[in-house]
């Protein structure tokens, strides 16, 4: 049975894709190391109880002897490296911990799986040739588009915030071990997520909790951020697809040609909720909806091409927005029932 390293496979993108890997491959263990922040939630992987095949650790990105010791000792063949600080907001409260975890952790990871896996550059350890190094980024190094185009895998990076300057950092150092060493790596960079077990502090998440609170539903600036908005069991697909059949070296942007700004998330979501349940006092939830000072640096558009993805691998979207946003409202709603 091989053996695949999942880093942060207890947040929301990581354990979807830890549950949906172990259903679809049988003669596959995951080594799931998460340090359980506050975006790390053992509650996520429930549905893995009793598992043999899941194996979860407890630990840090930034710690190499616990990673080589991970590697020693499950003979690990390759790694889905989700673990990243992620909040936008954080990483302007506290920027530090976005530069620790997001480029120096990436590098320890990246680092431990080459010593473990490649002799010398180009030079790979018997039996390891195929042995591949998958990082999950963000379609935020790009910057901010206008009200037209889209991101490509030639977009010049431009990094606006803590976090996508440290997201950015981490590609780089992702590349160089490709160019400089020879070894086997991919870099997806995604949309915004949305679906089942996000973290609370998300968009939607946010949303749907202060609506069903009776509390205002806090909307930054005017609500005009355009952001293009991909399900999350989607991106999870396209992750499985780049590291099973992506080109080493190679860029795969993931987006769901789901372009929609803020006041048309937060009225979707109420409108739904107005459906599945209804306020007592018979009001509708959009009337809740409050805008509050705009974050600082704040995107106005992204959008990604995810052409690339989809000639190549033959990777589509199966979600619309209103077909997923739909399923992610009714998960919340059963969760807090």
Not at 292 to 318: C, F, M, N, T
Request: proline share 3%; with cysteine.
């Amino acid at each position: 049975m091989k053996s695949i390293l999942v880093t942060g496979g207890a947040g929301f993108i990581g354990s979807n894709f830890v549950n949906y890997f172990l259903k679809e491959y049988h003669d596959f263990q995951v080594i799931n190391l998460d340090a359980l922040t506050y975006a790390g939630d053992l509650s996520n992987l429930k549905e893995l109880e009793g598992d043999a095949r899941h194996v979860f650790i407890k630990g840090d990105i930034l710690d190499r002897s616990l990673l080589e010791k991970i590697f020693r000792q499950n003979e690990i063949s390759g790694v889905i490296h989700f673990a990243a600080e992620s909040h936008v907001d954080n990483s302007i409260a506290g920027p530090e911990a976005f530069i620790q975890t997001n480029v120096l952790g990436t590098f320890t990871v990246l680092d431990v799986a080459r010593r473990n896996w490649m002799e010398a550059p180009f030079q790979f350890k018997t039996g390891k040739e195929k042995n591949r190094f998958l990082h999950i980024s963000t379609d935020e190094v790009y910057g901010s588009l206008g009200e037209t185009g889209f991101f490509t895998e030639q977009t010049p990076y431009a990094p606006n915030s803590p976090y996508s300057a440290s997201k950015a950092g981490s590609d780089m150092v992702v590349r160089s071990y490709f160019h400089t060493y020879g070894m086997n790596v991919v870099t997806t960079n995604c949309s915004n997520n949305y679906g089942p077990k996000q973290n609370n502090e998300k968009l939607i998440p946010t949303i749907i909790r202060t609506a069903l609170a009776e509390k205002p539903i806090p909307i930054y600036g005017d609500g005009k951020n355009v952001r293009d908005w991909l399900y999350v069991m989607d991106h999870v697909k396209g992750i499985d697809l780049s590291f099973r059949s992506g080109r080493a070296g190679q860029t795969y942007n993931i987006g769901g040609r789901n372009e929609r700004n803020n006041n048309q998330i937060a009225k979707a979501v109420c409108a739904i909720l107005d459906q599945l349940n209804p306020r007592k006092n018979g009001k509708l939830y959009s009337e809740l909806i409050t805008y509050v000072q705009d974050r600082a640096g704040h995107d106005k558009r992204y959008a990604i091409d995810a052409s690339k993805i989809e000639k190549e691998l033959k990777w589509k979207a199966e979600e619309t927005f209103d077909s997923g946003i739909q399923k992610t409202v009714k998960w919340y709603l059963e969760k807090q029932s």
